[in-house]
């Protein structure tokens, strides 16, 4: 059953896109090794409570903060309505945000069209932090309000990698040329370049993408 499921599954490829087959698992190995690498790095013990402004239902910042997990910081001081705020939990929507004003010493202001909606409360409290504003898509003229456009920020729409490590600097006050953080980033470039690692990484998958069809045809009884 396996072999047949794996010959299957090669035949299925050969039928789609080369293209399209390097592009998903390089992309796939690319998310592997930037995990991988987010987990060597050694921030100060010095955390800072950050502060998340962004619309609830964001499709880039649940990852985001994923990736501020992963590089160490420890989840207390994330101020991610998602994880603080949940449907049931301690917190509602409001007594989430008076928790993030009170203690959070940086706000990550996600540009998007729901800071237009902000109300004055949430203004006049992030405006007493430090700011530093970031986006994933869009016009920045659009996506900030005009007071905030004055900030220097961090675009993520050309390279996620690229501008997370930089962030990270930047939150953790790093010098900006020699420190801990760019180093990995040069390793993360170099690691992307080491084909056999993408062989074995490719090779795996192929092996559980196998595996997952074979447990469904046997859920399914064929």
């Not at 090669?10 to 987990?39: A, G, R, V």
Request: proline fraction near 4%.
């Amino acid at each position: 059953m396996s072999i047949y499921f794996f010959v299957l599954y090669m035949d299925t490829m050969d039928t789609m896109d080369s293209n399209f087959i390097t592009e998903k698992y390089q992309e796939k190995f690319t998310n592997h090794i930037f995990k991988l690498c987010l987990k060597m790095i050694k921030l100060p013990d010095l955390h800072r409570n950050i502060y998340i402004c962004c619309d609830r239902n964001d499709k880039y910042i649940e990852k985001f903060a994923h990736n501020l997990l992963l590089s160490s910081v420890p989840k207390i001081n994330i101020y991610y309505q998602k994880w603080m705020a949940p449907p049931g939990g301690k917190l509602d929507n409001f007594q989430f945000i008076d928790k993030a004003l009170k203690d959070s010493e940086i706000v990550l202001l996600v540009g998007s069209t729901y800071l237009f909606s902000l109300s004055d409360y949430i203004r006049c409290g992030i405006e007493e932090k430090i700011i530093i504003p970031i986006w994933f898509e869009g016009n920045f003229n659009e996506i900030f309000p005009g007071r905030f456009q004055v900030l220097p920020g961090q675009s993520f729409m050309d390279n996620y990698y690229d501008a997370f490590f930089k962030l990270m600097v930047d939150l953790y006050k790093l010098d900006p040329i020699d420190n801990q953080i760019y180093d990995t980033r040069d390793k993360f470039y170099r690691l992307l370049q080491n084909q056999s690692m993408y062989n074995e990484f490719v090779e795996n998958e192929i092996k559980r993408e196998t595996e997952d069809n074979n447990e469904i045809m046997k859920m399914l009884g064929i």
